[in-house]
């Protein structure tokens, strides 16, 4: 399915970048010449607190902002999100569209027979993904979780491509960029496991890419078609 625009809501915990990505995923939307818009969500600033951040593009200008409450995509960045509601939509799932995609951090299935009934009702594909395990692998840090979620909506939607994210993480890791609160402190802390900034982007892009392919190869296996129309 071609779509004008894709609404993707990403559901983590504090300290998991989900805002760094949705920030991430518009950068490089822009940068193919699409129109996005991405913003957070989310109360106290501290890990394993709720944090929700939703990023919306399209081939026209995107005027609405705030809570994204009928998302195409839904990501969930860890298991508790599911497993312990530590979500702001419940279930996690509220307000899916009919055809979309919930992509889940987990290695291991996580949801009720009820849930699966419901999404599958909505023909809502799940991708399973062992997102940590992937970050550990390639750039041997959890830390670089998001880049494994970023990688999977990419390349499931193809929203966006990977010289477009390649330019957006140089963007955003590789010069001086202004971040507030928690995400500046995020951003710090993963700087900190590179010894050379070239390093963190090297991995960060490796890790996007293992995930994009994983997750490409499961969409064209599945026959799943979500996409934004090309600029």
Known sequence: MIKRRINIRMSGLGGQGAVTAAHVMAM???????????NPFFGAEKRMAPAESYC????????DRGELVF??????FHPQVITLGKSYTMPFYS????NGVVIINSDVPLLSDEDVKRLQDLNVAVFYIAGTQVALEVAGTELSTNMTMIGSVAGITKCVSLEALDGALQER???KFVASG?????????KKKFAKKEMLLKKNLETVVRAYEMASEWAEKNNVELAVAAA
Do not use: Q
């Open 173 to 175: 890791f590789g010069k």
């Open 71 to 76: 998302p195409d995509v839904i990501e969930v």
């Open 95 to 98: 307000g899916i569209k009919e």
């Open 56 to 63: 919306r593009i399209g081939v026209n200008r995107i005027w």
């Open 28 to 38: 490089a939307a822009s940068r193919d010449g699409k129109f996005a818009i991405s």
């Open 182 to 190: 928690g995400t500046a402190t995020l951003d710090e802390a993963i």
